[in-house]
């Protein structure tokens, strides 16, 4: 079965990410008209991001910040450029909703550690660098298991926990175990921060877990 597992979970995400941008084709109509309404344009943003084998691509989402800039031209502080519509957003996940188009096209995973920063690739551990053997993922056990509320050293660790477990098994849970945080808004953000503090490297002793809890909605 694990021979298997690439190829069904590459069939898994064709077939949800298709079948998802035209289900959702309308309410992502709606929200790009909403975006472009309320904080004007691009209507998308892309972003690199380094992605399977550190390889960079475009991360894409619905913009959900203003380009407000200070006196001499600096853009402000996220905290300061994200309103009320695009806390919405981002609490409802809608923001993310685009990038069923990088799984379409293979950029993504549906499950997998989420793209981070291309600047953080010199910061992290040769242990935590393994979160980039796998596909990057618009979900992940990291964001099942506390979001952006939990330490930068437990959300890695958690990342390269799921490299070394990987199944279809353990991606459809966290598939729904992902309908379950975004209903509930868990984790949306770090206290004090729009979304999650800057990564600046973890200590050497912060091991990755042998073995993880098992996360549960009950």
């Known amino acids: 079965m694990q021979t298997l597992y690439p190829f069904l979970k590459r069939a898994l995400d064709i077939l949800i990410s298709a079948t998802a941008l035209l289900v959702l084709a309308p309410v992502m109509a709606v929200v790009a008209v909403l975006v472009r309404w309320k904080l004007g344009s691009p209507v998308i943003f892309r972003h690199p991001r380094p992605g399977f084998q550190e390889k960079t691509f475009d991360c894409i989402k619905f913009r959900s910040m203003t380009s407000a800039r200070d006196a001499q031209g600096q853009l402000l502080k996220e905290e300061l450029r994200l309103t009320a519509f695009g806390k919405l957003l981002r609490g409802a996940s809608l923001d993310e909703l685009p990038q069923l188009w990088s799984v ?79 209903v509930t808004a868990a984790g949306i953000a770090k206290e004090g921060h729009a979304s999650m503090e800057e990564f600046f490297g973890t200590p050497a002793d912060h091991g990755v877990p042998t073995r993880e809890p098992v996360k549960s909605i009950f």
């Open 104 to 182: 379409l096209k293979g950029d993504m995973s549906l499950v997998g550690p989420r793209p981070l920063e291309v600047r953080y690739l010199p910061r992290y551990s040769a242990e935590q660098s393994r979160r980039h053997s796998v596909p990057p993922g618009i979900t992940g056990w990291a964001q099942v298991n506390g979001r952006n509320e939990i330490s930068w050293a437990r959300k890695l660790s958690l990342d390269v926990w799921y490299v070394d477990h990987r199944s279809l098994g353990l991606d459809l849970k966290i598939l729904v175990l992902t309908f379950w945080t975004v």
